[in-house]
């Protein structure tokens, strides 16, 4: 597995946001994750979005992090919030996931941030296990979902 950082808004990206948009659609009954985001946010030094590619060259997994500071969301100064998280269906249980998210919590360190934060829902139980498997703690609400009963905050020291 290779992994390369790429704007948001690259093909790929597009590709694989929209195959997890759809799982979340199939989860939570309704159209994907609607929190706002746009490619800036996920630009260096303030954030970046990578993707892992197999031998082939095909894009398998994605994940990105983007600055927040105190803002009226329930975030704090210093946040690197992960978004996208994602590994296409027939190449899970392969440990993708846990090393696009160590690529990630590396970067965000590197840019000076000082806590990754997430946000999870009910209906992704993998994604929790993941999360709690790599050091994660329940954290206070915050973000677009902060008000949802199956919302559910993480947030790991960096």
């Not at 597995?1 to 659609?25: G, S, T, W």
């Not at 329940?138 to 902060?146: H, V």
Request: one cysteine or more; aromatic letters at 10%.
């Amino acid at each position: 597995m290779h992994i390369r950082r790429v704007p948001f808004d690259h093909p790929d990206a597009m590709k694989l946001n929209d195959q997890v948009q759809a799982e979340y659609a199939v989860r939570y009954g309704d159209d994907g994750d609607a929190t706002p985001m746009a490619a800036a946010d996920f630009a260096p030094p303030n954030g970046v979005y990578l993707i892992a590619y197999d031998e082939h060259g095909t894009p398998v997994a994605s994940g990105g992090w983007r600055a927040q500071d105190a803002n009226d969301e329930g975030n704090v100064d210093g946040d690197a919030e992960i978004k996208r998280m994602y590994v296409i269906d027939g190449m899970r249980g392969r440990g993708l996931a846990r090393r696009v998210l160590a690529a990630l919590e590396e970067d965000a360190r590197t840019a000076g941030r000082v806590r990754m934060v997430l946000e999870t829902g009910t209906k992704q139980p993998e994604a929790i296990a993941l999360y709690t498997s790599s050091g994660y703690e329940p954290c206070a609400k915050f973000g677009y979902y902060r008000f949802h009963d199956a919302s559910r905050c993480f947030a790991k020291g960096l």
